[in-house]
């Protein structure tokens, strides 16, 4: 339940009719004299309606709900403020472009509507609590004439295959943020980047880690600024000890929006070929195949002794477009029991079915829905987004049903499955709804302190890795306990 957050802040004046707030110029705690490093802190006002917040909202109906009530709690705060509000902004409306999500297509958008009034641009997930006049006192210690890329950083403890294995002699030494915590840009970075984005194509094709490619971006191999740390953002729990201090602090809980998706209404897929039935299948059957109630595994070769199920269609290296889509086709069928969701995994994928079904609670199977970790691809150039196969994609019945009718077809066998289904999607006008929770990649491969606020459903590949005890670690359901009946009941009138 989000609680109303005291406003009063020691330090600051509150002017009800312009709010001004004032600081006195005093120490960052910091030596270095370095553009990027100094906390400026200067004689001079910030108006709370120079700073526009960006809530980076999804278009599924459950994130609207979100997003919204993120936005009703801002501006309920800035209200007993000020009479004029700061503009909150919900990123999925702000254009017709599905790739907005990305951001930077989006800054000349941001450049032109706020350029020359604002002065900060803080960006939001729909689940980070903000302390207004905390963060408007954040705010006011830097030159807000000046570039600044504000957040809490992230850092990779080795080099990653989701980072192209950048800085692979020294991957901690770059810094992201998380966007959890909140970030900001000042307005003349904001500026000078879209210009930049104007008048220079975006060069990825591939969207796969965006607070990493923003940071990328950003930092322009050293000719841009690096991100300042800010210690007042941050992700601790609200009602925490050590978040007395912070201007911005997250639930650590999953979503719970009311009694979990049974599992007689999750059917799951598991994509296989036969050199990896004993290599592979085992896994999955020592960990999480007992919490699925309708589970088939689908193989270029039919094993009894699993069992698995041949498609009729040949096995290849990658892509596996022409298997999924006849797994697709199976489940409307009448061969499998009719159930409301679908899951397809890999063989290597680990997943916490009872966490699932927390997050499926959230989501309307009578909606066209399509959920797991979201990749984008060409996005700059009116590309797509996608959900991203190894982490497990799911699909609300209605979904299949759509894109089977709208005649979508592989190309080929070895087709990606995933990113023809993504270019499906577009061409329906249906999202790719993201969750962070979902991983393509394993543990060892995000920063340390983004997962420490996660309650992970997924991870993918088993290289360098003992999977069954990476299964236990981070996925094996110690979290049921949690979601009684009263925590249940507490998200129903939240939701």
Same mark, same amino acid.
């Given at each position: 339940?989000?609680?109303?957050?005291?406003?009063?802040?020691?330090?600051?004046?509150?002017?009800?009719?312009?709010?001004?707030?004032?600081?006195?110029?005093?120490?960052?705690?910091?030596?270095?004299?370095?553009?990027?490093?100094?906390?400026?802190?200067?004689?001079?006002?910030?108006?709370?309606?120079?700073?526009?917040?960006?809530?980076?909202?999804?278009?599924?109906?459950?994130?609207?709900?979100?997003?919204?009530?993120?936005?009703?709690?801002?501006?309920?705060?800035?209200?007993?403020?000020?009479?004029?509000?700061?503009?909150?902004?919900?990123?999925?409306?702000?254009?017709?472009?599905?790739?907005?999500?990305?951001?930077?297509?989006?800054?000349?958008?941001?450049?032109?509507?706020?350029?020359?009034?604002?002065?900060?641009?803080?960006?939001?997930?729909?689940?980070?609590?903000?302390?207004?006049?905390?963060?408007?006192?954040?705010?006011?210690?830097?030159?807000?004439?000046?570039?600044?890329?504000?957040?809490?950083?992230?850092?990779?403890?080795?080099?990653?295959?989701?980072?192209?294995?950048?800085?692979?002699?020294?991957?901690?030494?770059?810094?992201?943020?998380?966007?959890?915590?909140?970030?900001?840009?000042?307005?003349?970075?904001?500026?000078?980047?879209?210009?930049?984005?104007?008048?220079?194509?975006?060069?990825?094709?591939?969207?796969?880690?965006?607070?990493?490619?923003?940071?990328?971006?950003?930092?322009?191999?050293?000719?841009?600024?690096?991100?300042?740390?800010?210690?007042?953002?941050?992700?601790?729990?609200?009602?925490?000890?050590?978040?007395?201090?912070?201007?911005?602090?997250?639930?650590?809980?999953?979503?719970?929006?009311?009694?979990?998706?049974?599992?007689?209404?999750?059917?799951?897929?598991?994509?296989?070929?036969?050199? #990896?039935? @004993?290599?592979? *299948? &085992?896994?999955? $059957?020592?960990?999480?195949?007992? /919490?699925?109630?309708? +589970?088939?595994?689908? =193989?270029?070769?039919?094993?009894?002794?699993?069992?698995?199920?041949?498609?009729?269609?040949?096995?290849?290296?990658?892509?596996?477009?022409?298997?999924?889509?006849?797994?697709?086709?199976? #489940?409307? @069928?009448?061969? *499998? &029991?009719?159930? $409301?969701?679908?899951?397809?995994? /890999?063989?290597?994928? +680990?997943?916490?079915? =009872?966490?699932?079904?927390?997050?499926?609670?959230?989501?309307?199977?009578?909606?066209?829905?399509?959920?797991?970790?979201?990749?984008?691809?060409?996005?700059?150039?009116?590309?797509?987004?996608?959900?991203?196969?190894?982490?497990?994609?799911?699909?609300?019945?209605?979904?299949?049903?759509?894109?089977?009718?709208?005649?979508?077809?592989?190309?080929?066998?070895?087709?990606?499955?995933?990113?023809?289904?993504?270019?499906?999607?577009?061409?329906?006008?249906?999202?790719?709804?993201?969750?962070?929770?979902?991983?393509?990649?394993?543990?060892?491969?995000?920063?340390?302190?983004?997962?420490?606020?996660?309650?992970?459903?997924?991870?993918?590949?088993?290289?360098?890795?003992?999977?069954?005890?990476?299964?236990?670690?981070?996925?094996?359901?110690?979290?049921?306990?949690?979601?009684?009946?009263?925590?249940?009941?507490?998200?129903?009138?939240?939701?």
């Amino acid at each position: 339940m989000l609680t109303h957050v005291e406003h009063k802040v020691a330090g600051c004046l509150v002017f009800l009719s312009f709010f001004h707030i004032d600081f006195a110029a005093g120490s960052s705690g910091k030596g270095s004299e370095s553009r990027d490093d100094m906390h400026v802190i200067h004689d001079s006002q910030l108006d709370l309606r120079e700073i526009v917040f960006v809530i980076q909202s999804q278009s599924n109906s459950f994130h609207v709900r979100q997003a919204e009530r993120r936005r009703a709690d801002l501006l309920k705060q800035a209200l007993s403020l000020t009479e004029k509000p700061p503009v909150v902004s919900l990123l999925h409306s702000l254009s017709d472009n599905e790739g907005d999500w990305s951001i930077l297509p989006l800054l000349p958008h941001l450049s032109y509507s706020f350029g020359k009034n604002s002065s900060w641009i803080v960006f939001l997930e729909e689940e980070t609590n903000v302390k207004m006049t905390k963060l408007v006192q954040v705010l006011a210690k830097f030159d807000k004439n000046k570039e600044w890329f504000l957040g809490k950083p992230l850092h990779d403890a080795e080099s990653t295959i989701i980072h192209h294995y950048a800085f692979a002699e020294n991957p901690s030494v770059f810094k992201y943020p998380d966007f959890a915590a909140a970030w900001a840009l000042s307005i003349p970075l904001v500026v000078r980047l879209a210009n930049k984005v104007k008048d220079e194509p975006l060069k990825s094709d591939f969207t796969i880690d965006l607070k990493h490619e923003i940071a990328l971006y950003i930092w322009d191999d050293g000719r841009g600024p690096h991100l300042v740390a800010v210690p007042e953002l941050c992700t601790e729990p609200e009602d925490s000890p050590q978040a007395q201090h912070c201007a911005t602090t997250l639930s650590t809980d999953p979503p719970l929006c009311g009694e979990l998706v049974d599992k007689e209404e999750i059917f799951v897929a598991v994509k296989t070929c036969q050199k #990896f039935h @004993s290599e592979r *299948v &085992p896994v999955i $059957k020592k960990t999480w195949e007992k /919490d699925a109630l309708f +589970l088939e595994y689908y =193989s270029d070769h039919a094993d009894p002794s699993i069992p698995t199920i041949n498609l009729g269609v040949p096995n290849t290296e990658r892509g596996h477009c022409g298997k999924t889509f006849a797994i697709l086709e199976r #489940f409307l @069928s009448s061969a *499998v &029991p009719k159930t $409301k969701w679908l899951l397809v995994v /890999d063989d290597d994928t +680990l997943i916490s079915l =009872s966490r699932l079904q927390v997050l499926l609670s959230c989501y309307d199977p009578s909606e066209p829905v399509c959920l797991g970790e979201r990749y984008g691809y060409g996005l700059s150039q009116g590309g797509y987004s996608y959900i991203t196969g190894g982490g497990g994609m799911v699909f609300s019945r209605e979904a299949v049903v759509q894109l089977l009718n709208s005649g979508c077809k592989c190309y080929s066998n070895d087709a990606p499955d995933d990113m023809v289904l993504g270019m499906c999607l577009n061409a329906l006008g249906l999202p790719a709804t993201h969750s962070p929770l979902f991983h393509q990649a394993r543990p060892e491969d995000y920063a340390r302190d983004f997962l420490a606020h996660q309650v992970p459903i997924s991870f993918h590949k088993h290289w360098n890795i003992d999977p069954i005890a990476v299964y236990n670690k981070w996925l094996k359901d110690d979290w049921r306990a949690k979601s009684s009946d009263g925590l249940n009941k507490s998200a129903k009138t939240e939701l």
